[in-house]
């Protein structure tokens, strides 16, 4: 198949950390959302916070303990289908998730 990719930029002020998922570009918002919500208690620990959110990033797009299925990198680099850049935005500073569906 040809998947569904999308790419997530997750930010907290000093840099950014890309997520690339590719079956599950439909869902990523929501599951980014749901990130959030599982790292709010850790809001105010940015190192704790980051780490359950790309935690469940992971785990929700079934890519935990497989060789493929999504990945990690400091520059946007595998191909979003629903924008020209990152079309999720996981904003660590603002708590906030932000979604651009140019194509759909």
């Avoid at 569904?4 to 918002?29: C, N, Q, W």
């Avoid at 599982?38 to 780490?51: E, G, N, Q």
Wanted: net charge negative.
């Amino acid at each position: 198949s040809m998947g569904d990719r999308r790419v997530a930029e997750i930010k907290d002020g000093e840099g950014s950390l890309f997520f690339y998922t590719h079956s599950y570009g439909h869902s990523l918002p929501a599951i980014a959302r749901e990130a959030l919500e599982v790292a709010k208690p850790r809001k105010t620990d940015i190192s704790y916070a980051f780490r359950r959110v790309v935690d469940h990033l992971i785990k929700a797009t079934g890519s935990r303990d497989q060789e493929v299925g999504s990945g990690l990198a400091f520059y946007p680099y595998s191909e979003d289908e629903y924008g020209d850049a990152p079309s999720v935005i996981i904003d660590l500073q603002q708590w906030s998730v932000t979604a651009i569906d140019k194509w759909r």
